[in-house]
Every structure is written in C-alpha cells, then in structure tokens.
C-alpha cells in the first residue's frame, strides 16, 4: 500500500501538517574526528573541533597520520565475513548473529542508529522492530526507502544483551567496521540516531537537544543528530523536532549535490 505524504505524517505522528517549516537551525560546522586511530572511549579521544563561523577548511580525513587497521581495505564480502565472525568485544558471546547493514551501497543517506536488539538479532537486519517501523515511516516521509538511496547501519554490530546501551569500549571495537562501511558507501549525509552514533562518530556525550540542528561533517561528509526512532516512540512530541531535523538533513544533502556558484 503506498500511501501519501499526508499519511506518512499521520504516521509519524506529525500533524497539522502546517505546523512543520523547512526551518533554518543554526549551522555549526563541526569536524568529527576522521580515522582517529584505534578508538577509545570518547572521554578519552581528543575532542571535536569546533569551528565557527563557517564556512571552514575541511581537513583531508588523517589516516596517512595513524596506523592501517586490518579492516582499511576490505571490501564488502570481505568486510561482512569479518564482521560475521568479529571477536573484538563481548558482545559477541551473546549474540545470534552480527547485523553489518542494509540497503543502498551506492547510497544518499546513511543512518546510523545504536545496535541490533532481538529482533534484529534474529533476522540479521537492522530496525526491523516497532523502532525500524518508526524509521521507515520517516524515510518515507523524506521520499526514500530501505534499500533505495539510503543504507541503515548501527554504532555496533552485535546485540547488546537485554538492549542495554552499548558501553564505550564496544562502541570503540566496533568503530573500524562503521568506519570502513562510510568510506565505501560514500554517501552525500549521514544522519546521527540517538546518543550511541553520536559517541562513535561525533565522539560527544552532550545531549541530543543541545546537539541537534547543527551541522557536523565527517570526512567532508555533512552529518546531523536526531533522536533515535525507539525514543521518539517514547516521547511523541519529540517527533516534530525528527522531522525538523529530516528537513534540515535533506536540505544539507541538496546543497552538497548543487553547491552555490561563487557568483
Ligand atoms: N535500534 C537500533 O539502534 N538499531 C537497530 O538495528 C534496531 C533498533
């Protein structure tokens, strides 16, 4: 059934539908710490540097300035196996299956959600419970859909158990293989679910209200932070804010796909 934008909204839980504007958030440009070297817990990396105002020099990602990780040059099939048979941390004692991703690997958009729970667990697919179903209705809202331009991906790869938050040391271990899937999925935006992507990629434990609206890069990638969809089935007034930051993410991805001529 497809069903109309008026409806995805409805879905989202965002109506009226004239409250939403393609609102302006304030810009920061923020460098996420590309290729740090092997990661540590966040309070331990240097932190990210804040430049302001923008516009700002995008320095090339630092990897000639750390050592090659084995995981550098796999590619896909190379990457899943490794990723399928991982013994860096312990969550792999526990787990049914490791979940590398889904969708596009030529993609527009990739989201970055926290980790794999039991039901990702069991199919070996990320945000396939009442989370993804949320995520779902806010890719259709943008036009897009799971496998179609957009690549979902997880701060790590195996289930946490009880769904528990993953710590920062296996949020670390993990962070060569999401690492890896950026640098061979390319994609024009990265989108930040939840305080977990937040800590791997933006290596920042503030809140996501302080954290939100703005624009962070990695790799020259324009990247944003939203809520994770499961916290949004929580706190339903939070939606708008989502799609806020939907709106501003698409924005972000159009001007990287048509930059403004200098004259
Ligand atoms: N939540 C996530 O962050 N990822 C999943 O894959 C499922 C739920």
Redesign the pocket.
Known sequence: MSLSREQMLVEMGITPIWVLRDSEPAVEVREAAAKPETRAPAAEQAPAIVHEPAPVARPEPAAALRPMSPVDHLNWPELAKQVAECRACPLCEQRKQA?LGVGDLNPDWLFI?????AE?DVKGE????Q??KLLDAMLASLDIARGNRVY?A?AVKCRPPGNRTPEAAEIAACWPYLERQIALLKPKIIVL??K?AVHAVLHDDKSLASLRGKRYEYAGIPMVVTY???YLLRNLPDKAKAWEDLLFARRLLREAAAPELPF
């Open positions: 979940v959600g926290e980790g794999p729970g990702e990320p945000f396939v419970g989370a993804g979902i997880n679910l939840g977990a994770h969809p499961a």
